[in-house]
């Protein structure tokens, strides 16, 4: 049985012992190896004195050390708290504080660099250094190495838990206001690896390259799909698109999933003949894969399946599109992933007709336990679900995500956009993808981003922020042309802005809040 996160492993080390489970700059552990150091890990945890449900911050890139914190912290009934490694510190002292981190595992140096916001997080009071350099002065906190941890033999053992514990608190960026950590269950963990893991039919011959960060919902499934079928996984901090490339060559890489932004640099890179020879499938998550960059990557990958999904951390995973279906509906997001129901509904909860716009709503195993100590927020977003019997008494909780989408008449979904990103000028709602979409079909960009600018005479103007293709110069009266070719008048941007890069969010996406913060007078300012 699988019930709680850590049994995958555990499951896994007991059927194949002696295949590999993670990977990491040459280092392989085996499922056997993996689950005695799990276990290790867990009993370390107790033995400094951490209770059942107490956060355990990680603060780390991809290593062995981050996974077997995580689910270290799982065995050992507490909660694991993955921080995203290119965060600050003050970003971080924010959820090390905001969540009362008990313990945080990460490395002397970023220890060194986190010391005043220890110093400033009174439920900190210890920190395990994977590299054993800590110092403790001046931050309060008790220091030691990771190996003296994993060395401890007390009477101290893990708490007992069920599967509607929690398990994890992921952080989920935000252009404006500080983040919501969103409380996610052993069953929403559970349930997610099975449910994902079936439908891109996941084996233990697979090698799933992991390039996401382990604090974001989509690269922790990368672990727990692998585990839960006994596939090895290979953890890679890249720093270049030349770098994964040369990572699924060196690795006979089978599988991965990436954001838009990666996919892209991916699709304009040449792939030697070894780098995709092995790859069965690919997959797209944390928003729409421009038409343009699949067909290039279907031509690079002619023997990978082109899995693409939508998900929210809310709900982890939600969607995905089969892909025998992607050449009839390349920009359908799909439909409801295993285990899962997603409805279309109006605002007053009662279902959408064929076509007809709504907001998704998630009902099921997957949906998280709220937003951590957010009454207000969580009351937002995790409400009841639409359609219930009025015989049942206690309520059971949706996720409402503030997507808006539409249902085909043969039940397949289409993203049209954000509740609040999309734009409304002369009296047309526009979605910013849709505009995208276009704009990248042209090839004379290398990324886009579409705004809603406010306007004196519009109520809202386009405004997209646009970087160079690669290789080459902006011309923005070629590109001007092609939109007015393609769209009709009232899409056409009102003005192209260049950058040399686009803002990206923690995560990898493109952040339209913060590029709409930047632009927000720019009418105003010049008179329109």
């Known amino acids: 049985m699988s019930e709680l996160l850590h049994h995958l492993v555990e499951k896994s080390a007991r059927h194949h012992p002696a295949l590999p489970a993670i990977a990491y700059k040459g280092q392989v552990l085996s499922y056997q190896s993996l689950w005695h150091q799990i276990e290790e890990a867990a009993r370390g945890f107790a033995e400094l004195g951490l209770k059942r449900r107490e956060r355990i911050g990680i603060y780390l890139e991809k290593r062995l050390e981050t996974a077997l914190a995580i689910f270290g912290a799982a065995a050992a009934g507490c909660v694991a708290v993955p921080i995203n490694p290119i965060l600050k510190p003050r970003q971080v002292g924010y959820i090390l504080r905001d969540c009362n981190v008990r313990l945080l595992v990460t490395s002397a140096q970023r220890a060194a660099d986190l010391a005043e916001e220890i110093a400033n997080s009174p439920d900190l009071r210890l920190v395990v250094a994977v590299d054993g350099g800590a110092t403790t002065e001046a931050t309060g906190a008790t220091f030691l190495g990771w190996s003296e941890m994993m060395a401890a033999r007390g009477a101290a053992g893990p708490s007992r838990v069920i599967d509607t514990d929690m398990v994890a608190i992921l952080y989920t960026s935000g252009s404006t206001g500080n983040p919501k950590g969103v409380v996610l269950s052993h069953r929403n963990m559970v349930a997610g690896a099975k449910s994902v893991s079936q439908y891109l039919e996941n084996t233990p011959e697979d090698r799933i390259l992991s390039v996401l960060p382990l604090s974001f919902d989509a690269g922790l499934s990368q672990l727990t799909t692998a585990f839960a079928v006994g596939a090895k996984v290979v953890l890679l901090n890249y720093l270049l698109a030349r770098d994964v490339v040369r990572a699924c060559a060196e690795e006979r890489i089978t599988g991965m999933t990436g954001v838009p932004p990666l996919w892209i640099q991916l699709a304009e890179f040449e792939w030697p003949a070894e780098a995709g020879r092995h790859m069965r499938y690919f997959a797209n998550t944390g928003g729409h894969m421009p038409r343009a960059t699949l067909d290039r990557l279907r031509k690079t990958l002619p023997a990978a399946k082109p899995f693409l999904m939508y998900g929210l951390t809310e709900a982890f995973r939600s969607t995905y599109l089969d892909p025998s279906e992607v050449d009839r509906r390349p920009d359908s997001i799909g439909k409801a992933i295993p285990n899962a129901e997603i409805l279309v509904v109006r605002p007053d909860g009662q279902a ?177």
Not at 479 to 501: D, F, G, H, I, K
């Open 352 to 528: 959408c007709d064929v076509d007809e716009p709504g907001e998704l709503v998630h009902r099921g195993a997957l949906v998280a336990m709220g937003y951590w100590n957010d009454p207000e927020r969580t009351a937002e977003r995790y409400r009841p679900a639409p359609g219930q019997p009025p015989e049942i008494c206690l309520r059971e909780m949706a996720v409402w995500s503030g997507d808006i989408v539409r249902r085909d008449a043969e039940g397949f979904l289409y993203f049209v956009g954000r509740r609040d990103e999309m734009i409304k000028t002369s009296g047309y709602r526009v979605s910013p993808t849709e505009v995208e979409e276009v704009i990248y079909s042209t090839k004379l960009v290398g990324a886009v981003a579409a705004l809603g600018i406010p306007h004196p005479k519009l109520g809202q103007a386009i405004v997209v922020a646009v970087t160079a293709p690669a290789g080459g110069r902006l011309d923005e009266a070629a590109l001007l042309s092609e939109c007015r070719r393609a769209m009709p008048q009232y899409m056409v941007p009102l003005r192209v802005v260049e950058r040399t890069e686009l803002p990206r969010n923690p995560n990898g996406k493109i952040d339209r809040k913060m590029l709409a913060g930047e632009y927000a007078e720019l009418f105003q300012e010049e008179g329109a």
